[in-house]
Each structure stands twice: as C-alpha cells, then as structure tokens.
C-alpha cells in the first residue's frame, strides 16, 4: 500500500485528504463540548478559533507524516518555512483588499448596495481577524503547498492549477447558499491563489490576498464570506439582482467579482516574465 502511494500522486493525496478530515472530524468529536463550555464566554469566535487551530496542528501532522512515509511533500517544500518577502505580502495584502473594495464601490456607485456604519462588531474585531488568519493558513497549505506542489511532481503546472481551482471549489460545495456563480468564482478565486504561488514562490503573497480580500469583504464591506455571516463595522443592504450582489453567499457569488477574477488571472499570466507554466517542475520544489 505504501509503495502504491509513493509511486501515484492521486493515490498519495486522496489519502492525505482522507486522513486530515477524519483526524479534523475526531477532533471535533472528542473536543467540542469542553471547548464549547470553557471558552463560550470569552468571545462568539472562540470556539472556531480553537477549532481552526486543531485543525491546523493536524494538517501539520499528517504532511509531516506522509513526507516521512509516503513521498509528501515537506514543510519546506510547501514554502511555509521559506523566508518572507514583505514587499510581496504587503503588496498582495493590498492589491486583494482592493480589488474587493473595487466590486464593492461598483455596487455602491450602481445604487445596489448601500452601506452604514454600525459599532456594535468593535469588540470582535480581533477574533475575527484571528479567526480568517487561521482558515485562510489552512486552505493555502492544503490547496498549494500540498495538493498544487504534489502534482507539479507528475504533470504540467497548468494542468495542475487547473486541478487546484476545481479542488478549492470543492472544499466550498457545502456551504451555504452555494451556487453555480458560487462555484465559478472560488474556482476562480483557487486558480488565482495558484498563479500568485507559482509567480511569487511563496505561500505567503498567496495567503495576504486571501486574508485581505475576506477581512475586506465580512469587516470592512458587511458582505458574507463564502456563505458565511461574520461580524462587521458596516451594516449593508442589497437590492439588486443577487446575480450581480452575490445574494447570501457573498461577493464570491457576483458576476462582477467572477469579470475582476479572471481580469487579474488574465493580467498575471500575461505579465509574467519566469514562463512557469511551460515546464514540469517550478523552481518551488527546489
């Protein structure tokens, strides 16, 4: 069965995925009571977070482990451990809080969002925060360091952004109010954290635009994320067509966000200089 793994990357990653979600449905099992009676007091927050740090120790646990056993690929490998150019986390932090705020400001100026200020979410601002910082670290280790740099090993890098997109949707298929745009865009949306990955080298440039780009849309804006009602200094109304707001499952489900999207995939690709995307091996498995 090992020798299977080691020598099939399919294999290999279906089985890590398979790991990690038993071990995240384990610990949730044993762990959501106690955690839910000692830590309900403190912040509406608190439980998911402790949640979303459980299951980040176990992701950690299981790439550590297949790497030892099963030809995964290591923490240095899946760029985690790669020193940070904060140049380029500060820029993409910005450029996904941007382009948010862009579709955003479009909805506004077409008369069909409208917004308020409200301070009722103050006192959660940093659970918040911490709270998308952690589901954030997760899906750019799953979808990029393992899964993406996992198949740069037998395919071409296109083809597995490709399979990375589709994956990332899949992650999203049981939330809330998903849809066909839905699908589309966090397809989109996957592919576009693929491409700053394999252009940046890091997972961090990748992982600031995610972060921004959810802490803009749920704090600052008062849309859902991905379906997902959070808390936000902005109280925000929709009245047009949810094909163009998203309805309740957030800008992700806009036709506007799916154009902004693919403009900046198309913008990347176009300016790249490092033709990644025409070899089998990108300098990140190095």
Known sequence: MLNAMKGNV????????????????????????????YLSP?????????FRICNLLVLLLFVQQFHKHCDGVSLRQTTLLKPVNVRLVFGFGLLGAGLLSLVAL??????????SLTTDATSEIYPLVV??????LFEQILLNG??????????????????????????????????LVGAVNTYLAGCLFSVIFLKTQSLWPALAFHL???????????????GYAFISLVSTQSTGHPLLTGGNYGLEGS????????????FLFK????????RRNATVLN
């Not at 089985?15 to 959501?32: A, D, I, K, P």
């Not at 959810?214 to 849309?223: A, Y």
Request: charged share 10%.
């Open 271 to 278: 300016n790249t200089s490092t033709p990644w995307w025409r």
């Open 10 to 37: 399919f294999i290999r990653l279906l089985s890590f995925y398979v790991c990690v979600t038993v071990g995240m449905f384990l610990t949730e099992l044993t762990l959501l009571k106690p955690l839910e009676y």
């Open 42 to 50: 403190y912040s509406g927050y608190a439980v998911q977070i402790a």
């Open 212 to 226: 921004c780009w959810n802490v803009s849309q749920s704090l600052i804006w008062g849309f859902n994320v991905s």
């Open 255 to 266: 036709l506007v966000t799916l154009a902004v999207n693919a403009a900046l995939i198309w």
């Open 146 to 179: 393992v899964l993406l740099v996992s198949l740069m090993r037998k395919i071409r890098p296109e083809f597995a952004l490709l399979i990375a997109g589709g994956f990332f949707s899949y992650l999203h298929l049981s939330n809330d109010h998903f849809s």
């Open 131 to 136: 709270l998308l910082t952690l589901a954030a």
């Open 106 to 115: 479009i909805l506004f100026a077409a008369g069909i969002t409208t917004h």
